[in-house]
């Protein structure tokens, strides 16, 4: 799990969550700063968003074709132009405009890093790969927002932007040390372009369920708590989310490969729709943490386990397509959560949006729990 080559791939993974994590952080303020409104705001995130949902499967084929070569580095080179970019747009149009750049560039970037991983890992070892990739992302994800704040103190926005084009610099020189057996054409891959991978299809279909509350998370839960007297308990519950999810990312890595993916997913599933209903319930300190344990628990092995699933099934000229596939299910499973969850909030209670975060969870958790029994699938399950 830490030879060179993927050692690369888990590097690959923090840095470009750095530079993301840290444009999204500060870039609400730069808007707000050239008199850009909450909505634009709001269409910073569902840009890029919808960017990376209609791009992430197409580049997994493209991989699959063409070499992960061929994609990464023209990825690190539209991150870095949009990183110089940054410091020339005068109105709020413009930074959304430039965060569509960033949105192509990062979604290039991290589904390359992904595919290398699985490439240059055994199936014994593949979910264990996998989760110390979404790892280093997690960790990445931690430390950006404070890092970007602390550049933005010493100087300014310049600086900031200044950094997202060193972090390319280096996604560049790691991308050039994997080694070119990594990095060829799949054998075997079709030409061609085809929008998912039916191997991926059901797998995507419960993962999407399951991310319909991904977004109120942050959207809406800081709101609902502190409407309800609790804005101390809500800094405590990120606190304990973020690193539960690390440790237990750390330490149930290898579990899939040991038991079975299902055996893990749909627990994973299972702890993650108890959390959103715990979140439905009007919020306390005890509530709130409760939440945070079985949504970190849940959060740190699914996507890792759902992720080694679709590869164990896919050919191997078609790995790449299907971790797409995968992929634009969760940002499709985001953005319809976004508008969903929002609507039932704003139109019943925050109360109402989580319990619906609830139900779609437990609806995916069905919904694969139902395609795993299929006489097909009962391989994967022991």
Request: hydrophobic share 55%; charged share 10%; glycine share 10%.
């Amino acid at each position: 799990m830490l030879t060179p080559t993927l050692l690369a791939c888990y590097a690959m993974s923090g840095v470009i969550h750095l530079a993301s994590i840290s444009l999204n952080t500060l870039l609400p303020f730069h808007v707000v700063a050239l008199g850009g409104s909450r909505t634009q705001v709001g269409l910073l995130f569902s840009a890029t968003t919808v960017v990376s949902m209609a791009l992430r499967p197409a580049v997994g084929g493209w991989i699959d074709r063409f070499g992960a070569r061929w994609v990464i580095l023209p990825g690190i080179a539209v991150l870095a132009v949009a990183s110089l970019a940054l410091h020339v747009p005068v109105t709020p149009e413009a930074v959304i405009a430039v965060m569509v750049g960033t949105g192509i560039g990062n979604g290039l970037v991290s589904m390359t890093a992904s595919v290398l991983t699985v490439r240059a890992t055994g199936v014994a070892h593949r979910g264990e790969a996998l989760s110390l990739y979404y790892l280093a992302s997690s960790l990445a994800i931690a430390v950006a927002p404070p890092m970007a704040f602390g550049l933005r103190g010493l100087g300014g926005m310049p600086l900031a932007f200044a950094a997202v084009t060193v972090f390319a610099v280096v996604l560049f020189a790691l991308a050039l040390s994997i080694p070119v057996s990594v990095t060829a054409p799949a054998p075997g891959a079709q030409s061609g372009f085809r929008p998912i991978s039916r191997h991926a299809v059901s797998v995507s279909f419960a993962l999407a369920l399951t991310t319909i509350g991904h977004s109120s998370i942050y959207a809406f839960l800081p709101l609902y708590a502190v409407s309800r007297g609790h804005g101390a308990a809500v800094v405590w519950f990120f606190t304990v989310y973020s690193i539960w999810l690390i440790v237990w990312r750390a330490l149930l890595g290898g579990l899939s490969d040991r038991i079975g993916r299902a055996r893990v997913a749909l627990p994973a599933m299972a702890l993650t729709g108890l959390a959103y209903f715990t979140l439905a319930l009007p919020p306390t300190p005890a509530s709130l943490m409760i939440a945070a344990l079985l949504l970190g628990a849940g959060s740190a092995v699914l996507y890792p386990t759902l992720a080694a699933l679709v590869v164990d099934r896919a050919p191997e000229g078609e790995r790449g397509l299907a971790l797409g596939t995968l992929s634009g299910a969760w940002d499709l499973g985001v953005v319809v959560g976004s508008a969903l969850i929002g609507f039932v909030a704003d139109r019943v209670s925050f109360g109402s949006g989580f319990a619906i975060a609830g139900v779609t969870t437990m609806l995916g958790a069905l919904a694969f729990f139902v395609t795993e029994r299929h006489p097909t699938r009962r391989a994967s399950v022991v």
